[in-house]
């Protein structure tokens, strides 16, 4: 089966180096002009289904991508939401630094192992994203002869749950998929069959929409 992740746009959080994961940041300019990016990109795909988290700041994007496709319906699931940041969300680096100096650095240094204050473990989110992938697998291999393995799956979600994704399809750790930069808006194709994935493709428009 083909899956497609695109991670949300560019938002005023990233810009101003915010610390989030489950709050909402608006998408800057940038972010808006590459909604339609993707939307194009993705508009000639014949799509199986699309899920997205049901932060704003991916629905969004997954309904854009989803009026490109007639009676495609976005499916939205808790277990793709971003890594909880806990005690840090919506702050700044600095503000971090004065309110919970104890903490801060422990989890920049090690971000993702490191447990904040009510943050997530990295471990914690591949979980809640694998249960995801294996149960629409499982629905895609029940619907047998009858389904269109050939027709992609799209995931509209964000860094660390993307990267949950693939540490579970390419059965990796965290300090791999350092590796692989995943910016606004990119979009990952991935070929995942009897248990092997292959990174097909990595598109974003970082460089395209100024």
């Given amino acids: 089966m083909k899956w497609i992740f695109v991670r949300h746009p560019e938002t005023e959080a990233l810009v101003h180096r915010i610390i989030y994961g489950q709050t909402h940041s608006p998408y800057t300019e940038k972010g808006k002009k590459s909604v339609n990016w993707v939307r194009s990109e993705l508009a000639s795909e014949e799509i199986s289904a699309i899920y997205s988290s049901p932060m704003e700041r ?107 994704a693939l540490a579970y399809l390419f059965d990796a750790g965290l300090s791999d998929l350092w590796h692989i930069r995943i910016q606004p808006a990119a979009i990952i194709r991935v070929q995942y069959r009897d248990g092997f994935a292959i990174l097909e493709g990595l598109r974003d428009p970082h460089d395209i929409i100024v």
Avoid: C, W
């Fill in 58 to 164: 991916t629905k969004t994007l997954a309904d854009a991508i989803a009026s490109a496709h007639r009676g495609l319906r976005v499916q939205t699931d808790e277990r793709i939401k971003e890594m909880g940041v806990g005690i840090f969300e919506q702050m700044t680096v600095p503000e971090a630094e004065a309110a919970h100096p104890e903490h801060l650095r422990p989890f920049l240094d090690d971000f993702g192992n490191y447990r904040a204050p009510g943050s997530e473990l990295f471990s914690e989110v591949k979980s809640r994203v694998s249960d995801f992938l294996k149960e629409v697998i499982r629905r895609e291999e029940e619907k047998g002869e009858e389904g269109y393995p050939e027709r992609p799956i799209i995931v509209v979600s964000h860094s660390m749950a993307i990267r949950g």
